[in-house]
């Protein structure tokens, strides 16, 4: 059993951030309808549903890692980890988690492929698979599994934290209205986030929330800059062990080096006509040393047997 609310394992350091001055807030939104939907949605982001009590979801995560020589060389797989997962949440009572299946397979090493289908706990394989939604839980995967409130510029830069104005730009774009089976219409809004200056703790993207609500629907972004030690920067800070294992051989194999972010896409689905909750995470990004090229993807996907329904007794 797990605490589902506990909080990241991110090292503790005095947080700071830039001051949001009147000049700088006179800037921050091309439209008045971006500060609207920025102000709805930071307040969503930090929000707890009271209502949201349970839920029964499959979890299944991939990542992969390949290696290529050069810049135009054959890129090789050097690594592929996937761990399926039953994840049980109750409020007030945390998180039950049991992994139904692994795989990991090293073939640039001549490792050949190991997988572990029986049912056991998660204390069990030291693992930690990703818990799609707790009370305070981050919902754009960025710069760890809890949301925090106010800007921390020490990492990663949220948009939508408190703050965030010092670091960004907002402007809406286009709008799209879903009917769903009951005749609710439900009317999404993008918002562009640009950074002010290109650094690698910020990002640069499109968002998309629930108009009415400020919940985040959908979301396309990267970090705007390449870092050194680019496997410090996977968004979330929950790694179970095959991403621990793909950060070492890169580390290892391929340190010093710089790499990127490309690519982080999210996307939500609507339960009960209420409650938006995660369905896939995925990330992408290369490293580059000396004499190689390392492109990495991660991913993960969610789907749910049941929302808000009792568990059976003993089940958490």
């Known amino acids: 059993m797990r605490d589902s609310s506990a909080t990241d394992s991110t090292t503790k350091r005095r947080p700071t951030r830039l001051p949001v001055t009147a000049e700088v807030l006179a800037t921050a939104f091309l439209d ?3 500060r609207e939907l920025f102000t709805r949605a930071k307040i969503a982001r930090v929000a707890q549903e009271s209502s949201m009590q349970s839920y029964d979801a499959k979890v299944r995560q991939r990542i992969s890692v390949r290696a290529g020589i050069g810049k135009a060389g054959p890129e090789r797989l050097a690594y592929r980890g996937e761990t399926a997962a039953r994840v049980q949440w ?4 945390g998180a039950r988690i049991q992994v139904t299946g692994t795989r990991m397979v090293l073939p640039i090493l001549g490792v050949p492929k190991v997988e572990k289908d029986a049912i056991q706990d998660i204390a069990d394989d030291n693992e930690m698979i990703p818990i799609p939604y707790f009370p305070g839980s981050e919902t754009l995967w960025i710069g760890g599994s809890v949301a925090r409130a106010e800007v921390d510029d020490n ?3 949220n948009p939508l934290a408190t703050g965030a104005e010092a670091y960004y730009t907002y402007q809406t774009g286009d709008s799209v209205q879903l009917r769903l089976p009951d005749g609710k219409i439900v009317q999404l809004r993008e918002l562009a986030v640009r950074p002010r200056t290109p650094k690698g703790n910020l990002a640069v993207g ?3 929330f629930d108009v009415v609500t400020g919940q985040l629907v959908r979301a396309a972004y990267r970090l705007a800059a390449a ?6 920067a996977v968004p979330n800070d929950s790694a179970t062990r095959s991403a621990k294992i793909a950060a070492f ?5 391929f340190a010093p080096n710089v790499g990127e972010i490309s690519s982080i896409a999210i996307e939500y689905g609507l339960y009960q006509g209420k409650f938006w909750l995660p369905r896939l995470q995925s990330a992408e990004g290369a490293i580059r040393a000396l004499f190689a090229r390392v492109p990495v993807k991660y991913e993960n996907s969610f789907t749910y047997a049941s929302v808000n329904a009792s568990p059976p007794l003993g089940v958490i």
């Open 249 to 253: 051989m890169v580390n290892s194999l």
């Open 227 to 232: 870092t050194p030690n680019a496997m410090s």
């Open 90 to 93: 109750q409020r007030n009572v």
């Open 155 to 157: 990492g990663i830069v």
């Open 32 to 34: 008045e309808k971006a």
């Open 206 to 208: 499109s968002l998309w």
